[in-house]
C-alpha cells in the first residue's frame, strides 16, 4: 500500500517537473492530441447510442414536418 503511495508521488514529481522545464508552446501540441482523442461531451456523458437515437428522431421529425412556402 504504501509502495503505490510512493510510486503516485513519484509520477506526480516528474509531471511536475515536465510542466516547470518546458514552455507553453512545446506543450502545446501534446494538448492538441488529448483534446483530438477525447470524444464529443454528449457521448461522454450519454454513451453512444442515446445520441444516434436522438439524432434519428430529429431527422425523422424534420421530414414529417408540414413545410410552408417561404417560410
Known sequence: MA????ELVKAMAKRMET????TAEER????QR???????WYAQLFG????????????E???NKPH???S
Open 48 to 59: 453512444t447510442l442515446l445520441p444516434m437515437g436522438m439524432h434519428l428522431w430529429w431527422l
Open 34 to 40: 488529448k483534446r483530438s482523442r477525447r470524444l464529443p
Open 68 to 70: 410552408y412556402p417561404g
Open 28 to 31: 502545446e501540441p501534446e494538448r
Open 61 to 63: 421529425r424534420r421530414k
Open 3 to 6: 509502495n503505490e503511495g510512493r
Open 19 to 22: 510542466i516547470l522545464t518546458t
